[in-house]
């Protein structure tokens, strides 16, 4: 299934470039070198144009989709809503790219029209990909015979194809060159933006929010935790990285209550936490995404939703449940259906919806990106990002280290239960100590 593989990398790619188009769009947003971004936007949107549109779609329509909907009549209406989405998409594109040529040539009249269209279609494009990753790639795994699968890898492997394969790649180089340095790295690679104009502006620090001071803890004679330290402030992302068994999830769920602390103290905006019941610590505003989703199965989605705020007494439930709507479109699209039925990513994403139903003062998740197919591990922490960004105090615990220091505030790296490593976590992606342990350089 070499096409799969082809497709799924392009994905990736294409969910860099709706990245970017979100940083440019809040550079923009914020009058920062703003026509230089609305440059760089048209530039990306080229690249769309002549990758996207005029490759990886044409490949998809004219040699996957017709074999599907051979093998597997009941996709034909998946195949229908991605056909059409190929067809109305160089449209929108086009709209946006007029828009963003015309700001860049300082026309900015149009600035509010220009950033509504530039997001939506950020957004539309992940929507898409997201659609054909868990819809119709598994129809098509499922149902294709050897002999259709020989045929459509041929097809996307075919060098002759002057529009594809290697020679394809040769002649894209220069587009690729002129904005590569400006799109913002993908997941895991960590790497600093060389234009620090499209770089969010930092998260405003203010009151230690969690202050842990010698923190120990035992699973009977087992040591786990031997004597942390550790600070999280107001608005901070702050990232605990370490191999499994490092005693990463043993610290979150000390955090939480969960797991007795042996010795030490945990603080929670000023007060001792340390002895506190964990259902006090969720009503003082600790809300916990834990490691391996751990939804209510056999309850709808809605109701799981509607769980995360069970200690609210305010009037703004709702509002808040159509707030998670809109960042988990597909919450909304299935929210009457069983927990259940939702594949590993999207009860991730339940997941983290229900702790933010609480409003939490800190979030703290557990191994967010466990399990989760590539594609999926990059929407989940766009979230994350996105959280970050309204001041959102989290504390990430992560075995993936590349994305999680990538963008966190403060970085910890966890050995045999010590934080043996601090500090700003792009920073400690350049320790060598880091690299050899954990990135694999």
Excluded at 75 to 95: F, Y
Excluded at 175 to 190: M, S, T
Excluded at 297 to 314: C, K, Q, T, V
Aim: glycine residues 8%.
């Amino acid at each position: 299934m070499l096409a799969i593989d082809i497709i799924q990398a392009e994905h990736r790619g294409m969910w860099r470039v709706a990245s970017a188009l979100d940083a440019l769009a809040e550079a923009i947003a914020a009058d920062r070198d703003a026509q230089a971004a609305a440059a760089t936007t048209a530039e990306l949107l080229e690249y769309l144009d002549a990758y996207i549109d005029r490759i990886h779609h044409r490949k998809e329509d004219e040699f996957l989709f017709p074999a599907l909907r051979r093998r597997d009549p009941a996709a034909a209406a998946a195949i229908d809503r991605l056909e059409a989405e190929h067809r109305d998409g160089p449209v929108h594109r086009d709209r946006v790219h007029a828009l963003a040529t015309a700001f860049r040539d300082g026309q900015r009249d149009e600035q509010q029209a220009f950033l509504v269209a530039l997001r939506e279609f950020a957004e539309h494009l992940r929507q898409h990909m997201r659609f054909e990753e868990t819809d119709v790639i598994p129809a098509a795994r499922r149902a294709l015979l050897p002999e259709d699968w020989e045929r459509i890898d041929d097809a996307f492997a075919a060098d002759e194809d002057p529009l594809f394969g290697v020679r394809s790649r040769g002649e894209l180089d220069a587009l690729k060159a002129r904005i590569i340095a400006l799109a913002p790295e993908p997941v895991g690679l960590g790497g600093r933006r060389e234009n620090a104009a499209f770089a969010p502006a930092p998260a405003p620090v203010r009151e230690t929010v969690l202050e842990i001071r010698g923190l120990t803890s035992h699973y009977g004679r087992i040591q786990a935790l031997h004597g942390i330290d550790l600070d999280v402030k107001q608005g901070q992302l702050v990232a605990l990285v370490g191999a499994n068994g490092a005693g990463k999830t043993t610290l979150l769920r000390t955090i939480s209550g969960v797991q007795p602390a042996s010795g030490g103290v945990v603080r929670f905006k000023g007060e001792d936490i340390t002895r506190l019941a964990p259902e006090k610590r969720v009503r003082a505003g600790i809300c916990q995404v834990p490691e391996g989703r751990q939804v209510f199965g056999p309850m709808s989605i809605e109701d799981n939703l509607r769980l995360g705020a069970y200690f609210r007494r305010d009037r703004e439930i709702e509002q808040d449940l159509e707030r998670m709507y809109g960042i988990f479109p597909i919450l909304k699209e299935k929210r009457a259906l069983p927990a259940g039925t939702l594949s590993g990513g999207q009860q991730q994403m339940l997941a983290m919806a229900r702790a933010l139903m609480g409003r939490p003062k800190l979030l703290l998740l557990d191994e967010p990106s466990m399990g989760l197919a590539p594609l999926l591990v990059e929407e989940i922490f766009r979230v994350i990002r996105s959280l970050k960004a309204e001041g959102i105090t989290i504390f990430l615990v992560e075995q993936n280290a590349h994305a999680a220091l990538a963008i966190a505030d403060i970085g910890y790296v966890i050995e045999t239960g010590h934080t043996i490593l601090s500090g700003p976590g792009p920073e400690l992606l350049h320790d060598e100590q880091v690299k050899k342990a954990y990135l694999g350089m």
